[in-house]
């Protein structure tokens, strides 16, 4: 079983609709928990980055962690056609100085006008 | 948030060349970057975790002589990949914590080598 599984789509939703984004790992002591987004052949850029179970909510997205069910999901909200990229679920662990970062494969996400 | 500075963005080379892209942080020092590869509709592959003024760490795997590492200043760090082969063909993208040692990661514009 792969640290990070991320469905790698492709997704493909109307402008407007809410879209669900999802990872589940299997390492427990994932402590940090970031998505990406990616647009096609540039660097990924940070979108959202959670500590920890809960919440967080950064205009039209929604970032959750469930620590549980070793589970987080971003969601937009009213999407865009500018939101069509790849999006890079990544983890890293607690403490010390390592900053290595796990990413799930990417889901395509294409938002149709 | 941070920038990092990727170049170049795209190039193309012959079999058997070398060929350096260079990864900088702007407005702020990084002392350690990270280097992935990144395959068509594949995860980013970390390659080697760039130190400054010490030997890079490379990943299992991870041939050290055919992708030198050198980070010789706190806001520079380059991958050198040396005697390419159409095979080292990918997306190569490197990465730097945020200042502070921050726990986000800032990813650089990513640099498309083909190898022909």
């Known amino acids: 079983q792969k640290e990070v599984e991320q469905d790698p789509g492709p997704l493909s939703v109307p402008e407007g609709a809410i879209v669900s984004l999802n990872c589940t790992y299997s390492?427990?002591?994932?402590?940090?928990f970031m998505w990406y987004r990616q647009y096609s052949r540039k660097g990924p850029e940070l979108l959202m980055y959670t500590y920890s179970s809960g919440n967080k909510e950064d205009g039209r997205f929604t970032a959750q962690v469930d620590k549980s069910s070793k589970y987080i999901s971003l969601f937009i909200r009213d999407s865009q056609p500018s939101d069509s990229a790849t999006y890079l679920c990544?983890?890293?662990?607690?403490?010390?100085?390592?900053?290595?970062?796990?990413f799930g494969k990417g889901t395509l996400l294409t938002v149709n006008p | 948030g941070a920038v990092v500075s990727q170049h170049p963005s795209r190039v193309i080379c012959k079999s058997g060349t070398s060929v350096k892209i260079e990864c900088r942080s702007l407005d702020f020092q990084a002392t350690t970057m990270f280097w992935y590869r990144q395959f068509p509709k594949k995860s980013l592959m970390l390659m080697a975790t760039s130190n400054e003024g010490s030997k890079a760490t490379y990943e299992q795997g991870v041939e050290k002589d055919k992708f030198l590492i050198n980070h010789a200043s706190l806001t520079l760090s380059t991958l050198t990949v040396t005697s390419a082969h159409p095979e080292d063909s990918s997306f190569y993208i490197c990465s730097a914590p945020g200042p502070g040692g921050g726990t986000e990661a800032f990813f650089g514009q990513g640099t498309r080598l083909t190898v022909v």
């Open positions: 390492n427990s002591a994932f402590q940090y």
């Open positions: 990544a983890m890293k662990y607690s403490g010390g100085s390592n900053y290595k970062l796990t």
